[in-house]
């Protein structure tokens, strides 16, 4: 059972690039969910997703877009990157009724 | 606006000792919580859940209390092991709800041989 799948891993990406954070599920959960996690400051959730078509901000929305074309697949995309995006971006799912989340193994992002 | 905080950034304790390791919440429409532990490199990981309805519950060598009136969960580890050397993440939600849960920055703990 693979759960959710993150890719890449780990990214080194010069400032004004454009790059798409990749997030796959195959759990058919509804609600898929973009955060990242800088040192001392936890979870920020970025854009959300409550079900396929449909999407959301968060809390730290500025400089990145989401799609939600079917139930699997979630991308986040930075149209030009800057250095304070660097961070571990977290993708995550849930079943959409205020319970539990399930997360990918994250990716690890660098702008320079 | 609404927060979910922790009392301590960093817990040491020793091996076989328990830990506890505590949350306070603001949002008193929260009716559901959850610990996640998140090892080093990897995404954080579901420990255990409670619902406001219920004051304690427990898994294995895990508890987390709930107390409604000041606003504040716990999680106790009994035993703790290496292998719980983790950031652990205390979040909230209403269930039956959209609402995306709101987590803590969380504490580290760290099992000293």
């Known amino acids: 059972i693979a759960g959710i799948t993150q890719a890449p891993t780990s990214q080194i990406l010069a400032a004004g690039r454009r790059m798409t954070l990749r997030c796959t599920q195959d759990?058919?959960?509804?609600?898929m969910y973009w955060y990242r996690q800088d040192l001392g400051l936890g979870l920020r959730l970025i854009h959300y997703?409550?079900?396929?078509?449909?999407?959301g901000k968060g809390e730290v929305p500025d400089g990145y877009s989401v799609s939600r074309a079917n139930t699997d697949d979630f991308p986040l995309t930075l149209a030009s990157a800057v250095p304070s995006q660097t961070s571990v971006y977290f993708c995550?799912?849930?079943?959409?009724?205020?319970?539990?989340?399930?997360f990918g193994q994250g990716t690890r992002l660098t702008v320079v | 606006g609404e927060s979910v905080g922790l009392h301590l950034p960093t817990l040491s304790v020793q091996e076989g000792d328990n830990s506890i390791i505590n949350c306070a919440y603001s949002?008193?429409?929260?009716?559901?919580f959850i610990w996640y532990k998140q090892e080093s490199g990897k995404g954080p990981q579901f420990i255990i859940d409670?619902?406001?309805?219920?004051d304690k519950r427990q898994g294995q060598r895990v508890t987390v209390l709930l107390n409604k009136t000041v606003k504040h969960l716990s999680l106790q580890i009994a035993a703790t092991q290496p292998g719980d050397s983790a950031v652990y993440f205390c979040?909230?939600?209403?269930?039956?709800?959209?609402?995306?849960?709101?987590f803590g920055s969380g504490t580290q703990l760290t099992v000293l041989p």
């Open positions: 949002n008193s429409a929260s009716d559901y």
């Open positions: 759990m058919r959960h509804n609600a």
């Open positions: 995550a799912s849930s079943d959409g009724e205020g319970r539990e989340a399930f």
């Open positions: 997703s409550n079900t396929a078509g449909t999407t």
């Open positions: 979040a909230e939600n209403i269930e039956g709800s959209a609402r995306q849960l709101t």
């Open positions: 409670i619902r406001s309805n219920m």
